[in-house]
């Protein structure tokens, strides 16, 4: 994850620089053609310096604001007689939203400010995100295929995914375990929200759950080791460490993976990581809840109970949520 936004924050500071130099062309360029112009603004810098230097000296000059008041407003006159405006004479970044800068405040609900990335660079890391995600072992899980097949027009299961697709295009789905009879789009839903999510510049993950218990295993063998080589090690903590922070992770065919010492406790920790972080988890499971409580016992299944939307998908109640 460190290098891909580390590329980004260099590719942000080259449109700034480039959107610098730019200005600076279009303005030595217009200071060229209209001399008026180029007088008015050596004015303006000669007094600000003149008064800069006073008060190093301990000199107030009180005038000062009116004066530059007065050159202000006389260089606006210029630039209307020049049929210009300021905006002519200000830089053009490539991302008018952000300003190359990469990010924008946003106010959720509650009232509060929060930076998040800009459209712009969320298009920047799109495919690099698609990459990582996983979704290309399933080239025809998305919201543009597949729906009538999986689900017809008098399937309840429709609504819920016509539901879920805005949600996925517009803010944040919530923790689901998706559950019921094989064959019925659980898979297919939850990559599409997948693809979605990277689409749109999110991390996202999907793997199946015994795959994601061997990269906790496989990391628990490095840290007991003497000796791993530093790549392998960086490479095995990376994925591990993507496990809990991708903003949407996709565990897929829960109940299917081998018990072991370490995959209940691999399982809790986990979501708990995604819980505290406010991270998107959606679960797949063949098994009903109540075969989940039996198989997994308490610890498990009241974080699912607590902290996941429940959705069935088969034949009995398709789109049931409990």
């Known amino acids: 994850m460190d290098r891909i936004y580390e590329d980004l924050k260099r590719v942000m500071e080259n449109r700034r620089i480039r959107s610098a130099i730019l200005q600076q062309d279009k303005y030595e360029s217009l200071i060229r053609r209209y001399p008026k112009l180029a007088e008015i603004e050596q004015r303006i810098a000669q007094t600000t310096e003149d008064a800069l230097l006073m008060s190093l000296d301990g000199v107030k000059d009180e005038s000062l604001p009116e004066k530059l008041e007065k050159l202000e407003s006389e260089r606006r006159k210029i630039l209307v007689d020049c049929q210009l405006t300021e905006e002519d004479l200000k830089a053009q970044p490539s991302c008018p939203i952000c300003d190359d800068t990469g990010y924008v405040t946003v106010r959720s609900s509650d009232g509060k400010e929060r930076e998040e990335f800009c459209v712009c660079t969320r298009e920047l890391l799109a495919p690099a995100m698609l990459r990582r995600s996983g979704v290309e072992k399933y080239p025809d899980y998305s919201f543009e295929k597949g729906k009538a097949s999986f689900y017809p027009e008098d399937s309840a299961l429709r609504g819920l995914y016509e539901k879920l697709e805005k949600i ?63 790549q392998k090690e960086n490479e095995i903590e990376a994925r591990r460490e993507y496990l809990t922070e991708a903003e949407i ?74």
Not at 272 to 294: P, Q, W
């Open 168 to 230: 996925a295009k517009k803010c944040r789905v919530p923790n689901s375990v998706f559950f019921g009879t094989s064959g019925k789009g659980k898979t297919f839903l939850a990559v599409a929200i997948a693809r979605e999510y990277a689409r749109q510049g999110r991390s996202a993950l999907v793997i199946r759950q015994a795959e994601a218990l061997e990269v906790m295993q496989e990391h628990r063998k490095v840290i007991g080791s003497y000796f791993t080589p530093s």
């Open 249 to 322: 992770l996709v565990l897929d065919d829960l109940g299917v993976e081998p018990k072991t010492p370490n995959s209940q406790s691999d399982l809790i920790y986990i979501l708990d990581e995604r819980v505290l972080s406010g991270k998107t988890t959606i679960i797949t499971t063949n098994y009903d809840m109540d075969a989940l409580k039996e198989r997994y016992g308490g610890r498990i299944f009241e974080r699912l109970d607590r902290d996941f939307s429940k959705f069935r998908f088969d034949a009995r109640a398709e789109g049931d949520r409990t």
